[in-house]
């Protein structure tokens, strides 16, 4: 009896894992779906600041968009903002009904359905409100949270084998948790300067703002210099915030590479974090060339995408290093091997 409840066990975590990896793929795509909203000028696509219920949750007032782009565009992010609502919700409900042996998966779940709602109320806001910089900074930064979450969720579910004893893996872990933390505080620094440019508002500057705030063209004066000087804190506000969130970025890529360092004197196995720190490079790579280039929806887009490959990665190769809340075949072998030679 008990090796049918452990096959039952290991059968709704198998289910939950394969929910929860479509979950990761489908805030991965609205992630994107997001940035090409900022691109395309489509953030108040619904309705202009301040039309309340008509610009969200309604869009132009109706239920489905009108025929502008625009519109058309901003509904497919809500419609995809949607999708992983509801499988949220088929998570925690899995979670409640076959898993509440495993506390950790379902308290996750929970705060993933909490967290998605409340990124739902903050879009909102940050629609009403005209595209506010700290609301669309912030709007982004939780989104990267529901992911992290959803991975740590995926491994806790996953029946890898156990990780690496603590005492041998005590000081990457820490590396691994402050790599993880700046590198979101990179994003969030990123999405304060996306909201500087004030896309798709009446009051959008012709010439960008932050973005493009330290000089373009492909010369070291624009990166890593800002208008001919380094670093360049104090030429003015705009050049501060593009200053604050390349610093930020210097010490992730410290942090990162550290984390690697480490990961490899410790022969630790898995390849996250060797992937992490070419992730880095190509991120800081395509980072300059959004600098020089000025404003070109492709790259912008990219260095989203890239960014939260890179965050999810390091989340991931943290992920490895906890302990896995299923039964891997080896372990349930072993049980088995137990009881039969008490027998």
Same mark, same amino acid.
């Given at each position: 009896?008990?090796? *049918?409840?452990?096959?039952?066990?290991?059968?709704?975590?198998?289910?939950?894992?394969?929910?929860?990896?479509?979950?990761?793929?489908?805030?991965?795509?609205?992630?994107?779906?997001?940035?090409?909203? &900022? !691109?395309?000028?489509?953030?108040?696509?619904?309705?202009?600041?301040?039309?309340?219920?008509?610009?969200?949750?309604?869009?132009?007032?109706? !239920?489905?968009?009108?025929?502008?782009?625009?519109?058309?565009?901003?509904?497919?992010?809500?419609?995809? @903002?949607?999708?992983?609502?509801?499988?949220? /919700?088929?998570?925690?409900?899995?979670?409640?009904?076959?898993?509440?042996?495993?506390?950790?998966?379902?308290?996750?779940? /929970?705060?993933?359905?909490?967290?998605?709602? !409340?990124?739902?109320?903050?879009?909102?806001?940050?629609?009403? &409100?005209?595209?506010?910089?700290?609301?669309?900074?912030?709007?982004?930064?939780?989104?990267?949270?529901?992911?992290?979450?959803?991975?740590?969720?995926?491994?806790?579910?996953?029946?890898?084998?156990?990780?690496?004893?603590?005492?041998?893996?005590?000081?990457?872990?820490?590396?691994?948790?402050?790599?993880?933390?700046?590198?979101?505080?990179?994003?969030?620094?990123?999405?304060? !300067?996306?909201?500087?440019?004030?896309?798709?508002?009446? $009051? @959008?500057?012709?010439?960008?703002?932050?973005?493009?705030?330290?000089?373009?063209?492909? +010369? +070291?004066? +624009?990166?890593?210099?800002? $208008?001919?000087?380094?670093?360049?804190?104090?030429?003015?506000?705009?050049?501060?915030?593009?200053?604050?969130?390349?610093?930020?970025?210097?010490?992730?890529?410290? @942090?990162?590479?550290?984390? /690697?360092?480490?990961?490899?004197?410790?022969? /630790?196995?898995? &390849?996250?974090?060797?992937?992490?720190?070419?992730?880095?490079?190509?991120?800081? *790579?395509?980072?300059?060339? $959004?600098?020089?280039?000025?404003?070109?929806?492709?790259?912008?887009?990219?260095?989203?995408?890239?960014?939260?490959?890179?965050?999810?990665?390091?989340?991931?190769?943290?992920?490895?290093?906890?302990?896995?809340?299923?039964?891997?075949?080896? &372990?349930?072998?072993?049980?088995?091997?137990?009881?039969?030679?008490?027998?």
């Amino acid at each position: 009896m008990t090796d *049918v409840a452990e096959r039952g066990d290991a059968s709704d975590l198998a289910r939950f894992r394969r929910l929860v990896t479509w979950t990761i793929a489908a805030t991965s795509v609205l992630i994107l779906i997001g940035g090409i909203v &900022r !691109v395309s000028d489509s953030g108040l696509g619904c309705g202009a600041a301040g039309s309340g219920t008509q610009g969200w949750p309604l869009c132009e007032g109706g !239920v489905v968009p009108a025929a502008t782009s625009e519109s058309i565009i901003e509904f497919s992010h809500r419609i995809a @903002a949607g999708i992983v609502a509801l499988l949220i /919700v088929a998570m925690v409900w899995q979670a409640a009904r076959k898993l509440r042996s495993h506390r950790a998966l379902l308290r996750g779940s /929970v705060g993933a359905g909490v967290l998605v709602f !409340v990124q739902a109320g903050l879009g909102g806001l940050t629609v009403e &409100r005209g595209l506010e910089e700290e609301l669309v900074a912030a709007h982004l930064g939780l989104a990267m949270l529901l992911i992290g979450l959803l991975l740590l969720l995926r491994r806790g579910a996953s029946p890898a084998p156990r990780a690496a004893p603590p005492e041998r893996t005590g000081t990457l872990r820490v590396v691994t948790t402050v790599a993880a933390t700046l590198a979101l505080a990179t994003i969030v620094a990123g999405g304060y !300067v996306a909201g500087t440019e004030k896309h798709g508002t009446p $009051n @959008a500057p012709a010439g960008g703002q932050a973005h493009v705030a330290c000089g373009t063209g492909f +010369s +070291s004066a +624009s990166f890593p210099g800002c $208008n001919g000087q380094f670093p360049g804190f104090g030429q003015t506000e705009l050049a501060d915030v593009q200053l604050t969130h390349r610093a930020l970025m210097y010490l992730t890529a410290i @942090a990162v590479f550290a984390m /690697v360092a480490l990961a490899l004197s410790q022969r /630790v196995s898995p &390849r996250a974090f060797g992937l992490a720190g070419l992730l880095l490079v190509g991120q800081i *790579v395509l980072g300059a060339v $959004n600098v020089w280039a000025g404003k070109h929806a492709g790259l912008i887009v990219g260095h989203l995408a890239l960014g939260t490959m890179l965050w999810s990665t390091i989340v991931y190769a943290g992920a490895t290093l906890l302990p896995a809340s299923a039964h891997s075949p080896e &372990r349930l072998g072993g049980r088995r091997a137990a009881r039969a030679a008490a027998a």
